[in-house]
């Protein structure tokens, strides 16, 4: 299996960012566990993003170990992978599925 580019799109990263803050706030080593968590599961969707489970329209999902999120990603080619969502993990499901049409 390839390696792939892991990149956000522009609102899942907003998202992350704001989990972050939140995080920060009531803990700074909750948000640094939370970082290398999601550092952990990008490094699984780069490296074995087929085995994650599948999902709606062709994309697939990883729990963030130890936190109530998921990251959505779709696989676009053999080097590259896009996060669509760093959901908490009681949003409405699908929320962001139009983000796969949109930058």
């Known amino acids: 299996m390839p390696i792939r580019i892991v990149r956000f799109h522009r609102l899942a990263s907003d998202e ?3 989990a972050l803050r939140r995080f920060d706030t009531r ?3 909750t948000a640094q566990k939370f970082i290398d968590e999601v ?6 969707i780069a490296t074995a993003a087929e085995s994650c489970s599948p999902y709606l329209r ?5 729990k963030v170990r130890d936190f109530q999120y998921v990251i959505y990603f779709k696989i676009v080619n ?3 992978v896009r996060v ?3 959901a908490q993990a009681g949003r ?4 962001w599925l139009s983000r796969l049409y949109r930058p």
């Open 39 to 44: 550092d952990r599961a990008s490094a699984r």
């Open 58 to 62: 062709g994309t697939r999902w990883v």
């Open 92 to 95: 409405r499901p699908g929320y």
């Open 78 to 80: 053999d080097r590259l």
């Open 84 to 86: 669509m969502s760093v």
């Open 16 to 18: 992350y960012l704001e």
């Open 27 to 29: 803990s700074p080593s």
